[in-house]
């Protein structure tokens, strides 16, 4: 039976995370959102400490650890690092989420290694930073457009192509870069391969200005004559076309809660902020009485508080199925969804509520309505959720449902 309260195990992890948001995060926070382009050097330190504390744990801290173990089906329920990364990541971006992602050692590339790398592969790349390049000119929302293309050569392949907006792609040591071995196959022939940023085949052609998460670095790159060993590549090298996008598309099951995470982090941010604004103007919510019944300030706040609990207890959904080893496709594109959705109508709700202190850079509110849109954009967007959500309810195939 799944009970949805924080595991007691998890408590130090959650205690810890939330202390580096407060003690680390936030103090360097707005100094990162204004210098965008520049390294937080003072994260460094904390990467440091963080494996530290990750070695010989069972559940680490970050996007790393996330990968799922083979079970029985009558193995007992399971709180393991799906779970424990999710809490730990909502505690650091309820800090700041573009440092977060910023993270030495905590790219999504991470969590793609983690989840579908052999052990010889976790042996040579694991612990190392990894970021993910999926995206293309021609490729967003429908991955399966992927033009970059693999072939093989001897020991080695060779990629040609584009990646743009890689987040982490300049700091990361690593990027898992997506390509497809026969564009004629179309999904089935999608691998993943994982490139050295230092490979000269790798040229970086430029950084993203951007909206939000101006602390975390997005990168463009061309991929001309890049040689990887034939080793590099993630999962089967065969093209089964019976098991279609199946092997790429699992990391994601794995990802989403995570991006999920982050946005219900960036959510509880913004409405402590509010909470402890309104507080100061004499506005509480009083939950013995109706939102109808009290003053509109407090009934908008009781909204959004709803909307952050079902997103909240979606997310912890998806990622214990994930420990748990049952198929959550669904559940995860349901966390990300409403999480992701939640999050820019909650931030841009709080701004609201707090009217010109809101909108001002004296505090973080107007940063956090900028950082949340990404959340619901990245990992697939809002309309690509919903869309698959469609697909698993009415039981369609994306050729079907499009
Ligand atoms: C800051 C940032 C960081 C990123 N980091 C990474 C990264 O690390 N790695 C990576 O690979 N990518 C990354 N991305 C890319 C991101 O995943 C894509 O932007 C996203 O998948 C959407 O693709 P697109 O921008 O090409 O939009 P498009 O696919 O062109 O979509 C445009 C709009 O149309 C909608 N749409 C598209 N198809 C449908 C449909 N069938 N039905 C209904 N609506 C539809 C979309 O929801 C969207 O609103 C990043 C993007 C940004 C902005």
């Known amino acids: 039976m799944i009970n949805l309260e924080t595991p007691r195990k998890l408590t130090p ?61 009558d193995d007992t329920n399971r709180n393991g690092s799906n779970l424990a990364t999710a809490l730990s990541i909502i505690e650091m971006a309820w800090g700041d989420v573009g440092l977060l992602l910023t993270m030495p050692g905590q790219g999504l590339g991470n969590s793609a290694i983690a989840s579908v790398a052999s052990a010889e ?38 990629l040609d192509g584009e990646k743009i907006y890689v987040t982490s792609g300049e700091r ?13 196959k179309g999904r089935a022939a999608i691998k993943s391969f994982i490139v050295e940023r230092s490979n000269p085949g790798m040229k ?12 975390s670095d997005t990168a ?44 219900i982090g960036v959510t509880r941010a913004a409405l402590d902020e509010t909470h402890r604004l309104l507080a100061e103007a004499d506005v509480f919510i009083d939950y013995e009485l109706s939102p109808l019944s009290q003053n509109a300030a407090a009934a908008r706040l009781l909204e959004m508080e709803a909307d952050y609990e079902a997103a909240r207890l979606l997310t912890l959904r998806a990622a214990w199925m994930a420990d748990n080893n049952r198929p959550n496709s669904l559940e995860a594109s349901m966390a990300k969804a409403k999480a992701g959705r939640s999050c820019v109508e909650v931030t841009l709700g709080c701004v609201a509520l707090c009217g010109s202190i809101g909108y001002s850079e004296h505090e973080l509110l ?37």
């Not at 612990?127 to 093989?152: F, K, L, N, Q, V």
């Not at 040689?227 to 090298?237: E, I, K, Q, S």
């Not at 959720?385 to 449902?401: C, D, M, P, Y």
Request: glycine share 8%; with cysteine; proline share 3%.
């Open 13 to 73: 992890l959650i205690t810890q995370a939330h202390q580096v948001a407060q003690e680390v995060f936030r103090p360097i926070s707005r100094k990162y959102d204004l210098a965008e382009h520049t390294y937080p050097k003072e994260l460094d330190v904390l990467a440091a400490l963080i494996d530290g504390m990750n070695e010989g744990a069972e559940n680490g801290a970050g996007a790393a650890g996330v990968r799922r173990e083979a079970r029985k089906a």
């Open 121 to 158: 592969q976790l042996a040579t790349y694991g612990g190392r930073w990894a970021a993910m390049a999926i995206t293309e000119p021609e490729a967003g929302s429908d991955s399966a457009a992927i033009r970059t293309t693999a072939r093989r050569e001897g020991d080695e392949y060779v």
């Open 172 to 184: 990361a040591e690593l990027v898992v870069v997506w390509a497809t071995l026969d564009p004629s």
């Open 204 to 215: 970086l052609e430029r950084l993203e200005h951007k909206l939000g998460i101006r602390a």
């Open 220 to 263: 463009a790159f061309r991929l001309e004559e890049c040689r990887v060993p034939a080793d590099a590549l993630l999962g089967n090298p065969e093209i089964d076309v019976k098991q279609g996008f199946g092997g790429a598309m699992q990391t994601f099951d794995n990802t989403r809660p995570l991006v999920a995470a982050m946005a």
């Open 366 to 402: 107007e940063k956090w309505a900028r950082d949340a849109k990404i959340l619901d954009i990245f990992e697939g967007t809002q309309q690509i959720q919903l869309l698959i959500i469609a697909r698993q309810l009415l039981g369609k195939s994306s050729a079907e449902l499009k």
